[in-house]
């Protein structure tokens, strides 16, 4: 298409000029305040979170990994088994392993690619303690009432690892605030960003007070240690540069919305070739990521992957590693079987989303799947 940048992106950050502006007056006076961590920002951030996430208490600190390492050093696990979704990200297990927790994989369900409440069941033990329900590419899966009864039956801790669904909601929960407790990232690919950041939001005021001292090398505002920790501070200027994105969280959804509402037009149309998260209107889903399966093997993924590069449009995916298949982590889970991860990992794209995607380049990336099913429908027919 004529005067359209190539699409190499598929995620950005987004910054309004409201935000770039405001950035630049309230960073001088921070600048001129001399407080560069645990200031206002920090805490008007954590404000702001605890409303989204409807929490009593949101701790500012300096990555999700470092939430997610707090609320399982805050169990004091040894060696217990922590159940976590085979589709996620890698810096879980780091934490898990810091934390001493022995990680259980678990499988995902095909239908919403999040932890598989069936194969949850398989996988408890008498040993296990907590589990970790990521809601993959923003999406809370509807199963969510369920877990969470499970989970108090057995005993369980539920821990919602929310780094892609800071907005989301499915009826009355919403992201952040369903377990426990949770970790929220603020990496610049997420929906909001602080450049670097993490929130850990809960309603339980111990977990809050130890996060408080955990992220401040475990020191006490008296100077003695109760606690060996690294610095997880985030700094304030993070720490603003997120609070004015949550300002603008509802445009930040609804930018995101247009742009998944008209690729679902499309993959509507294609449904026998393609499978997304289903959606209906009980839910908020901040798409992270578009996420698309191909269902069973009809298209190649590197066929569509080299269609789209052709036109300029660089195609994601949400983990085309599962956790049981790097390289740091293979060894320690040999031998045991996903198959609807494994199968999700090579069989599935996203399609750029993001919050800054214009309405030209959306539709742009709609007539470029459409072309590719012509033609790969073309082609099919004539083998
Ligand atoms: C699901 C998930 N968990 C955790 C993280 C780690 O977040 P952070 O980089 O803030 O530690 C990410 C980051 O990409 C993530 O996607």
Same mark, same amino acid.
């Given at each position: 298409?004529?005067?359209?940048?190539?699409?190499?992106?598929?995620?950005? !950050?987004?910054?309004?000029?409201?935000?770039?502006?405001?950035?630049?007056?309230?960073?001088?006076?921070?600048?001129? #305040?001399?407080?560069?961590?645990?200031?206002?920002?920090?805490?008007?951030?954590?404000?702001?979170?605890?409303?989204?996430?409807? @929490?009593?208490?949101?701790?500012?600190?300096?990555?999700?990994?470092?939430?997610?390492?707090?609320?399982?050093?805050?169990?004091?696990?040894?060696?217990?088994?922590?159940?976590?979704?085979?589709?996620?990200?890698?810096?879980?297990?780091?934490?898990?392993?810091?934390?001493?927790?022995?990680?259980?994989?678990?499988?995902? %369900?095909?239908?919403?690619?999040?932890?598989?409440?069936?194969?949850?069941?398989?996988? $408890?033990?008498?040993? @296990?303690?907590?589990?970790?329900?990521? =809601?993959?590419?923003?999406? $809370?899966?509807?199963?969510?009432?369920?877990?969470?009864? &499970?989970?108090?039956?057995?005993?369980?801790?539920?821990?919602?690892?929310?780094? =892609?669904? &800071?907005?989301?909601?499915?009826?009355? %929960?919403?992201?952040?605030?369903?377990? &426990?407790? #949770?970790?929220?990232?603020?990496?610049?690919?997420?929906?909001?960003?602080?450049?670097?950041?993490?929130?850990?939001?809960?309603? %339980?005021?111990?977990?809050?007070?130890?996060?408080?001292?955990?992220?401040?090398?475990?020191?006490?505002? *008296?100077?003695?240690?109760?606690?060996?920790? !690294?610095?997880?501070?985030?700094?304030?200027?993070?720490?603003?540069?997120?609070?004015?994105?949550?300002?603008?969280?509802?445009? +930040?959804?609804?930018?995101?919305?247009?742009?998944?509402?008209?690729?679902?037009?499309?993959?509507?149309?294609? *449904?026998?070739?393609?499978?997304?998260?289903?959606?209906?209107?009980?839910?908020?889903?901040?798409?992270?990521?578009? $996420?698309?399966?191909?269902?069973?093997? $009809?298209?190649?993924?590197?066929? +569509?992957?080299?269609?789209?590069?052709?036109?300029?449009?660089?195609?994601?995916?949400?983990?085309?590693?599962?956790?049981?298949?790097?390289?740091?982590?293979?060894?320690?889970?040999?031998?045991?079987?996903?198959?609807?991860?494994?199968?999700?990992?090579?069989? =599935?794209?996203?399609?750029?989303?993001?919050?800054?995607?214009?309405?030209?380049?959306? %539709?742009?990336?709609?007539?470029?799947?459409?072309?590719?099913?012509?033609?790969?429908?073309?082609?099919?027919?004539? *083998?």
């Amino acid at each position: 298409m004529k005067n359209l940048k190539p699409i190499t992106h598929n995620t950005l !950050p987004w910054f309004s000029e409201i935000q770039k502006e405001e950035f630049a007056v309230s960073s001088r006076e921070i600048l001129d #305040s001399g407080q560069l961590i645990c200031g206002k920002y920090t805490n008007l951030l954590e404000e702001k979170a605890k409303k989204v996430c409807k @929490t009593n208490y949101a701790v500012a600190v300096s990555s999700a990994t470092a939430a997610i390492e707090i609320i399982l050093n805050y169990l004091e696990l040894n060696g217990e088994e922590v159940l976590v979704p085979n589709n996620t990200f890698i810096s879980t297990i780091y934490a898990l392993r810091n934390a001493g927790a022995t990680p259980i994989l678990v499988d995902i %369900d095909p239908k919403t690619f999040c932890i598989d409440i069936s194969d949850v069941r398989n996988k $408890i033990t008498p040993k @296990t303690r907590a589990l970790i329900l990521v =809601h993959i590419a923003g999406y $809370i899966p509807e199963y969510v009432t369920e877990l969470k009864a &499970f989970c108090k039956d057995h005993n369980i801790t539920l821990i919602e690892d929310a780094s =892609h669904a &800071f907005g989301a909601s499915y009826q009355n %929960d919403s992201a952040g605030g369903i377990g &426990f407790a #949770s970790a929220i990232s603020l990496y610049p690919t997420k929906i909001v960003t602080g450049g670097t950041g993490g929130i850990l939001t809960t309603n %339980d005021g111990g977990l809050a007070e130890f996060a408080l001292l955990c992220r401040a090398h475990g020191n006490s505002p *008296k100077g003695m240690n109760l606690q060996v920790s !690294p610095n997880w501070f985030i700094s304030e200027f993070s720490a603003l540069l997120c609070f004015l994105q949550i300002s603008e969280l509802s445009e +930040i959804l609804i930018r995101r919305n247009r742009v998944a509402d008209s690729y679902d037009q499309v993959i509507k149309r294609h *449904k026998q070739l393609f499978q997304t998260q289903p959606h209906d209107d009980r839910r908020v889903h901040p798409y992270y990521k578009y $996420i698309v399966k191909i269902r069973d093997n $009809i298209i190649k993924k590197k066929d +569509i992957t080299e269609f789209f590069r052709s036109k300029n449009i660089e195609l994601g995916h949400c983990y085309e590693t599962t956790l049981s298949e790097h390289l740091s982590t293979k060894n320690i889970f040999r031998n045991q079987q996903f198959p609807n991860s494994q199968i999700f990992s090579s069989n =599935h794209f996203t399609l750029p989303c993001h919050t800054g995607l214009t309405a030209k380049e959306t %539709d742009f990336i709609c007539e470029t799947l459409e072309e590719f099913v012509g033609s790969h429908v073309y082609n099919a027919n004539k *083998k």
